[in-house]
T-cell receptor, first 112, second 117 residues
């Protein structure tokens, strides 16, 4: 699976948009970009995933560059409960469940 | 989203004993379950992948005789840490895929914190 690079930490003001970048320059054509987050001492939570088109759901938007070498997760109106470690993962999509390799992620802190 | 539970949520045991951790998918049939381990201030590390009715596939460096995984039904997988030692103390997390999940999506349990004295 392709390796990803994320900033170690980011801060965001409550109510503002949080934009979390991820580099995945070695991504291959059949690999998807997944985003998960982990609130302290809990299991990770799925956020969104995409292949090459931008995606949006009730939690976030995912913007993937045209060359697919990087992406940005956007939380449109961050709240204090969005404080968590955000993981960007590249993996092939499997019907039986993709094998996810977690990196170090980005610690997002939303400040009041 | 689908719900995955783990039991127990935390356990303390003596060195040399075995500990069993259960992972259940509550409202869907999980064709595949995954087991992860997470040490303090570190990321999750995949230990093994199990498909219902077949033997688990272990990641490189994970001892299959020490970490026994059973996936006997579509809603239950168990991880048994045999002859636990203090270095096995960690946060163990399972995830499940299938049913309501989108392609490639995994639903994670809340984790089990194991402390070996």
């Amino acid at each position: 699976d392709a390796k990803t690079t994320q900033p170690t930490s980011m801060d965001c003001a409550e109510g503002r948009a949080a934009n979390l970048p991820c580099n995945h320059s070695t991504i291959s054509g059949n690999e998807y970009v997944y985003w998960y987050r982990q609130i302290h001492s809990q299991g990770p939570q799925y956020i969104i995933h995409g292949l090459k088109n931008n995606e949006t759901n009730e939690m976030a938007s995912l913007i993937i560059t045209e060359d697919r070498k990087s992406s940005t997760l956007i939380l449109p109106h961050a709240t204090l409960r969005d404080t968590a470690v955000y993981y960007c993962i590249v993996s092939r999509e499997e019907t039986s469940g993709s094998r996810l390799t977690f990196g170090e992620g980005t610690q997002l802190t939303v400040n009041p | 989203g689908a719900v995955v539970s783990q039991h127990p949520s935390w356990v303390i045991c003596k060195s040399g004993t075995s500990v069993k951790i259960e992972c259940r998918s509550l409202d869907f049939q999980a064709t595949t379950m995954f087991w992860y381990r997470q040490f303090p201030k570190q990321s999750l590390m995949l230990m093994a992948t199990s498909n219902e009715g077949s033997k688990a596939t272990y990641e490189q460096g994970v001892e299959k005789d020490k970490f026994l995984i059973n996936h006997a039904s579509l809603t239950l997988s168990t991880l048994t840490v045999t002859s636990a030692h203090p270095e096995d103390s960690s946060f163990y997390i399972c995830s499940a895929s299938g049913g309501l999940a989108e392609e490639g999506e995994q639903f994670f349990g809340p984790g089990t914190r194991l402390t070996v004295l």
